[in-house]
């Protein structure tokens, strides 16, 4: 093949029997509108291109004309998933320029939410593992406990996906009564499932054959395509935002940073899987030391940040996410705000990780990595 | 030749009556050969009606009841507005499909297009004549069942190969040929095991294979050869899974890979065919199941006379569909249980583990044969 389509750079000496497969933006297993590109040798991909865009919404730009309130209702619609992760993002950025501070409740109820977040996110990851494996059934399992985590967020927040709910000194609205045991009995729920679930695909030897030794990312691999979360401490570098680089009351906990050390699928199935768990312990730490009294939010005061540029980064289901805010007046209107993602660097690595296997694992793989198209277009 | 042999008592009761019945035609055109030829051909009607509507009438409850059981291994109810749980819900589904539009697309040859649905109903609708649903409730009672069996099972790979080649998309060819690698391999591991009932029945009519289980239920031939059976029940259910194309070994549709495999580009009637030949699959699959290892419409007797006078009261048929359901049911639960191999581990399966397990399987049978008779 003399004339190769965009993207791709392999140049081998045979290639009578390559072909071109579409993977999306219509895919099942893309998870969401995105397209790869395969160049194909029968099964083995040998390279691939991805393809972003398809369903960009600039909201950067749509961010300098807003207020920075409406922007924290933006960062939902980035990774759905994580939404009351990504609120805090914006809500500590916020902080930092307004120079607020956080009363003890208010941090309280925000690293909960976080760990409900995170705990909700990486059960779809457990769905769409399983289910991308082919084991349908292991979708609605993850999505299972998941709508509970949904009730409660309805609960605290009034909306089940899209919560909105953090703002610069608190948060929207305190939590109801029922909050605390509520998340106490979810967890023991979690607890008994999480056993089963466990049982259904960790031990089972054939999500093992499929996914032990596939897409393995090495230590400096990982560094160099820039990952995080997860992804980058199942190939063995125990980075977490929540403990190199506290936010929030994270230093106040005592957790574990799950790493795995080959980079394989099954390792970051297992880091994520670990990941539920410490979560739990957080939590369960969380509803010991729940103040009951105190104010749920510092002192209300008009959203207007100073000339300067502030940065905050936490530590997202899927990994680093940061938010780099630039006030260029001072007012309610940002100059910039960037947003970086951690599923993009994420598809980045495909490419890289895909070589030589078959397109079946190429599936493994991306469910793996866990991205969520929205965030990596934004 | 394959010569059809109807020998229930309904082609014979026909048999009977066109010779009476042709007493009222006037008396030139009267003779022996029409009447052999009208009683032949009505009986070849009643025969294909009867296998039509025991494929075709099975499908709607199987999509209804996989659709029942996923549900539920899911924590879901499944269908549940149309009737009385959800009952209408399939007829409704299917009467959706028969309507729509049918279209092929652009570059697809049409010809091969349109055909492939039709091959793959071929090999169930031969295979569920040969087996025997009762005592006297058997199409085509040919002495050469298994054979026969094993020769039309290969038709299916042929519609999928041709439906997936004639699609003109590059995700249905893959679909295709790794349907078409499975398939012919997994073949050979079917074929053993219907050859080991073979050797320890002595026969290769199907009915002479079921009569042979009579007795109690340990005369059934997975019990009846202590360990072996078994193994062999479950080294048949292994591979009638694949041979199929049923989750977990449905890597020719892997919906997650390959969107559809090789019924991608298919709709309304020629997908409904594709969907309603796996169906039959199932029933003629789990018939023949049951007719090789659990006693086929033979009761379940335990051996105490009170009680198997009861069991005995029973029709042979409703025996036969309890079995047969209950091993539709037990696909069905291994489906929505285990998640699909890699297309080259399933290879790896049949030729590395299967076959070899499959070719001392039969050697101890013989083995078990020589010494024990």
């Given amino acids: ?256 940073i799950p790493t795995a050390k080959n980079g394989d699928c099954y390792d970051r199935y297992n880091v994520r899987i670990a990941e539920i768990h410490e979560s739990m312990k957080i939590l369960r730490q969380c509803i010991d030391k729940f103040p009951k009294e105190g104010a749920w939010r510092s002192k209300e005061k008009p959203v207007r940040l100073p000339v300067g540029r502030y940065y905050s980064e936490i530590e997202t289901a899927k990994g680093l996410y940061a938010t780099y805010v630039v006030a260029a007046t001072t007012g309610d209107k940002p100059y910039r705000i960037h947003t970086r993602g951690p599923s993009f660097p994420h598809i980045g690595a495909l490419n890289k990780m895909c070589q030589g296997h078959k397109i079946s694992d190429l599936v493994t793989i991306m469910a793996t990595l866990d991205p969520v198209i929205p965030e990596i277009d934004r | 030749m394959f010569v059809p042999s109807i020998t229930n008592p309904i082609g014979d009761f026909v048999r009977d009556i066109v010779p009476r019945l042709a007493e009222y035609l006037p008396a030139s055109i009267q003779s022996d050969t029409l009447n052999s030829i009208v009683a032949f051909l009505v009986n070849a009607l009643i025969c294909v009606i009867a296998v039509c509507a025991v494929n075709i009438g099975s499908a709607p409850i199987l999509i209804y009841m996989e659709r029942k059981v996923c549900a539920h291994v899911q924590c879901r109810l499944g269908p549940m507005r149309l009737g009385w749980h959800g009952t209408i819900q399939t007829i409704a589904d299917v009467l959706k499909m028969l309507f729509k539009e049918v279209y092929a697309p652009s570059g697809a040859d049409k010809l091969m297009f349109y055909l492939a649905p039709l091959i793959v109903l071929i090999a169930p609708f031969i295979v569920c004549a040969l087996i025997p649903f009762g005592r006297n409730l058997v199409v085509a009672d040919v002495s050469m069942g298994i054979p026969l069996i094993i020769a039309v099972n290969g038709f299916g790979v042929l519609g999928i190969l041709l439906g997936g080649w004639s699609s003109n998309n590059k995700y249905s060819l893959l679909g295709a040929l790794r349907s078409g690698a499975q398939m012919i391999s997994y073949e050979i591991s079917f074929a053993m095991i219907l050859l080991f009932v073979v050797m320890i029945s002595g026969s290769t009519n199907l009915m002479s294979i079921t009569m042979g289980q009579e007795g109690t239920i340990l005369d059934w031939w997975i019990f009846k050869i202590p360990v072996l059976g078994f193994i062999a029940f479950i080294l048949f259910f292994i591979s009638s899974t694949a041979e199929m194309n049923r989750a977990p070994f449905d890597i020719a549709e892997a919906e997650q890979e390959l969107t559809g495999g090789y019924h991608t580009e298919y709709n309304g009637t020629p997908f409904a065919m594709f969907y309603l030949a796996e169906y039959i699959a199932l029933v003629t699959n789990s018939a023949l199941a049951v007719t090789c290892f659990l006693g086929g419409f033979l009761p379940p007797c335990i051996g105490i006379a009170a009680v198997d006078n009861y069991l005995n009261m029973v029709p042979g048929v409703i025996w036969f569909f309890a079995k047969v359901y209950f091993m539709i049911w037990c696909y069905m639960m291994v489906r929505w249980t285990f998640v699909r191999p890699r297309v080259d581990q399933l290879m790896d399966f049949e030729w590395k583990f299967l076959l070899p397990v499959n070719l001392v399987l039969l050697v101890a049978g013989a083995a078990y044969i020589v010494v024990f008779n």
């Fill in chain 1, 1 to 256: 093949m003399s004339q190769l389509p965009p993207g791709f750079r392999i140049t081998r000496e045979t290639n009578t029997d390559e072909f071109f497969i579409n993977m999306g933006p219509q895919h099942p297993s893309t998870h969401g509108a995105l397209r790869l590109t395969l160049r194909m040798d029968g099964e083995t991909i040998i390279e691939l291109v991805p393809h972003f865009g398809y369903i960009h919404r600039g909201m950067e730009k749509q961010a300098e004309s807003m207020t920075y309130l409406q922007y924290i209702a933006l960062s939902d619609r980035q990774d759905y998933l994580t939404a009351i992760q990504n609120n805090l993002g914006v809500v500590i950025a916020l902080e930092k320029g307004m120079n607020v501070g956080v009363p003890e409740k208010a941090e309280y109820i925000r690293v909960m939410l976080q760990e409900l977040g995170r705990i909700a996110s990486h059960l779809v990851f457990f769905g769409c593992f399983g289910g991308d494996l082919g084991g349908q059934t292991c979708l609605l399992f993850g999505f299972k406990e998941r709508e509970m985590i949904h009730d409660i967020l309805e609960e605290v927040t009034g909306s089940r996906l899209t919560t909105n709910f953090f703002r610069p000194g608190g948060s929207r609205y305190d939590v109801p009564d029922t909050f605390i045991p509520r998340v106490k009995d979810f967890l023991d729920h979690l607890e008994d499932s999480m056993r089963d679930y466990e049982r259904f695909l960790s031990k089972n030897i054939i999500v093992q054959e499929r996914s032990i030794g596939i897409g393995v990312l090495s230590k400096e691999d990982a560094i160099a395509y820039g990952c995080s979360g997860p992804v980058l401490r199942a190939s063995g570098v125990e980075f977490d935002v929540r403990r190199a680089n506290p936010y929030s009351i994270y230093d106040q906990f005592d957790f574990d």
